[in-house]
């Protein structure tokens, strides 16, 4: 029943439904015009629900304004069920934070703020000497803040780069990649790093922030994730055999990488150079 509920809204008016919530708008360089669209919109949602004996929140429905122009817009009154709706500011649908101006600043400082909780909580539970090991450190970073900054990155991916680098994302990274990194060659570091953390120019982390159009191995046609350029990958059969046959020996071949990327390989100087070898002498080391 409510799937209908948009289905007269007039010709330029869109439309987005995810179970009860909501959103019309229109767009166009006339600010009359749209008013006045949207207000033929709005009734005729109030119609059907009339129509259908459901009622509307009036509290939990407002508007918003897009514009980069430097009018107020303070005039507009939109009417639901005679009663004008509030406008504002910012809003959340779907878990993103719109603003009016596209800048995305509210979406960011709020990731900001959630990433910055769980931090304050992995800096409390980790330690050099004792505390939560690296293992555990990479799986809530993984599970609290790498999720929360991937969500919806295709879109608020627009936002200026230096609201994005310089005020916010970039240290949240720069602080959970400290705790991870200790002693040994940097370069290095930073590639076990990227391995564990997932992040990497390979092209499963380039599609999900809309540079790759399929996130596949051009070779084998499989995501192209780390899991599967270390194992799987067919170009690279030739060079893993020796990496391979000595974690074999050791039955050390899991396939999710758990010995690999794990906490124990750390203190295994062989399987620890081989795998580095593997990563330069396949080129990976440019793609990690
Ligand atoms: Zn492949």
Known sequence: MINDIFDDVGFG?????????????????NTKQVISGMQTAINKVEEWSIECSFKMSTSKSSYMIFSRKKEDFKDIKLLLYGKPLEQVKSFKYLGMWLDGRYTWNK???????????VLNVMRAIAGKEWGAERDSMITIYQALIRSTVDYGCMIYGSASESLLIKR????????????????????????????????SRLNASLFIIGVHETGLCENCGEKETVEHVIYNCKRFDEE??????????????NKDLTYLLGYDFNRDRVGYRMLIEYIYTTGLSERI
């Not at 990649?177 to 930073?190: D, Y």
């Not at 893993?240 to 071949?253: D, M």
């Open 107 to 117: 979406h960011i400082e709020e990731i900001d703020k959630k990433c910055r909780r």
């Open 168 to 199: 916010h994302l970039y240290n949240i990274k720069k602080i959970v990649g400290k705790k991870c990194i200790n002693g040994r060659n940097r370069k290095e570091e930073v590639i076990m790093t990227r391995m564990r953390l997932g992040h």
């Open 13 to 29: 008016v869109g439309c987005a439904l995810y179970a009860d919530d909501g959103a019309i708008w229109k767009r166009g360089r």
């Open 240 to 253: 893993r055999k020796e990496l391979i046959s000595y974690l074999n020996e050791r039955g050390k071949v």
